[in-house]
């Protein structure tokens, strides 16, 4: 069997684990939160960094804590997790939808400018799959239109955008640390930002809005969205590994690159673009059709190969539709990467012989129709 993710915890997770069970320290109270916290912001150059139970919560936490008027519009890709989507709408805020730039599967940032009305209040850029959104538009549209920019660097931990670290471009940032993230907690998130006022807001938000006059009393809902001891442990000997984590995923990249080149009916992600080298998230293939990525998967599957499928848009999404939004919007670039597109075994643990055994597969997929 070679799952489609497997973590790879070999550096001092169950030093840093066994510390925390030898101190009785396991909820959100212990050293490894703070410790993680600072270390995690200061890698990706931000002031504050706020660990929360898991990347959606940081995204409730992150949206609710811009305090943006109750109906204005906030710009986001199609093609993405629902998460960042649905902290929007959950805040009675208005989602405005933008295709894909189907060599990144990132939104088509020369899309953004027509989508801007004067209630649009900000822009929520969701790096996707292994390149970084191309954030000088974006950046550029924020400064001119006075928008806000919340960033979703979920699946970009280490990646960088000209010379510039994800994360660190939003008014707010989250991370995600699923055991399928380049660095894992088992579950976890983390919220940056350089503005104090919105990181204190963000600590009381994930933490049940206690007050600091006197506890038990509140003047309004958060949530408990706190991160144990036990996952910022996990954290601080992930962060250890970071560099190499990086040079591992890439090489991943690389052998599956080298090991396919040349493969026809199915796309394979692209190295490097102008402004960004792939970090390989997730090894992205795009088939030309859907019956062929459909059947290249059941295939894989009957060789006990994980794969999974591509996101799926946000305007052709059921909950979203019986709310009554995005009706009759088309994305024809999203709407194809979702039917044709999947992913392959590419997580930390796979070894280089594992990597072969799912390329020759691949190869012989295509090759025998
Ligand atoms: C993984 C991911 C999330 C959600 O993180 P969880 O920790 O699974 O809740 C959000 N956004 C993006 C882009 C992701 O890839």
């Known amino acids: 069997m070679i799952p489609v993710n497997v973590p790879r915890l070999i550096g001092r997770e169950k030093e840093y684990l066994i510390e925390c069970i030898e101190t009785g320290w396991i909820s959100s109270e212990g050293p490894f939160v703070t410790r993680f916290e600072n270390e995690f912001s200061t890698y990706i150059g931000r002031k504050n960094g706020i660990a929360v139970a898991n990347g959606s919560a940081a995204l409730d936490v992150a949206v609710r804590a811009m305090n943006l008027e109750k109906g204005s519009e906030v710009i986001v890709p199609t093609f993405t997790i629902i998460s960042p989507v649905q902290s929007l709408v959950k805040e009675g805020l208005i989602p405005v939808l933008v295709d894909v730039d189907p060599e990144t599967f990132n939104m088509d940032v020369s899309a953004i400018e027509d989508k801007i009305t004067d209630k649009t209040a900000a822009i929520l850029v969701v790096h996707i799959y292994g390149f970084p959104v191309d954030m000088d538009p974006v950046i550029e549209m924020a400064s001119k239109y006075e928008l806000r920019i919340i960033e979703d660097a979920a699946e970009m931990h280490g990646q960088e955008y000209k010379g510039r670290k994800c994360g660190s471009f939003g008014d707010i940032s989250v991370f995600s640390f699923y055991p399928n993230k380049h660095i894992t907690t ?69 052998r599956y690159s080298q090991n396919l080149k ?29 019956e062929l990525c459909d059947h290249i998967q059941s295939e894989l599957k009957k060789h006990k190969i994980g794969t999974r499928p591509f996101f799926w848009c946000m305007h052709e999404q059921p909950v979203f ?44 997929i295509i090759t025998n129709g």
């Open 186 to 254: 088992g579950e976890g998130g983390m919220i940056l930002t350089d503005d104090d006022d919105l990181a204190e807001r963000c600590r009381q938000l994930k933490n049940l809005c206690f007050i600091p006059a006197r506890r038990f009393v509140h003047e309004e809902f958060g949530w408990n969205y706190r991160m144990t001891n036990l996952q910022a442990a996990l954290g601080v000997a992930q962060l250890e590994q970071i560099d190499s984590v990086i040079k591992r995923k890439r090489e991943i990249g690389n």
């Open 262 to 290: 040349g493969i026809s009916r199915v796309k394979l992600p692209a190295v490097k673009n102008s402004y960004a080298q792939n970090i390989y998230w997730v090894y992205a293939l795009v088939a030309e059709s859907e």
């Open 321 to 364: 539709q019986k709310m009554g939004f995005f009706k009759n919007e088309s994305y024809p670039h999203a709407e194809k990467i979702a039917r044709n597109g999947f992913y392959i075994p590419a997580g930390l643990g796979i070894s280089d012989a594992e990597i072969d055994i799912v390329s020759e597969k691949i190869r012989e």
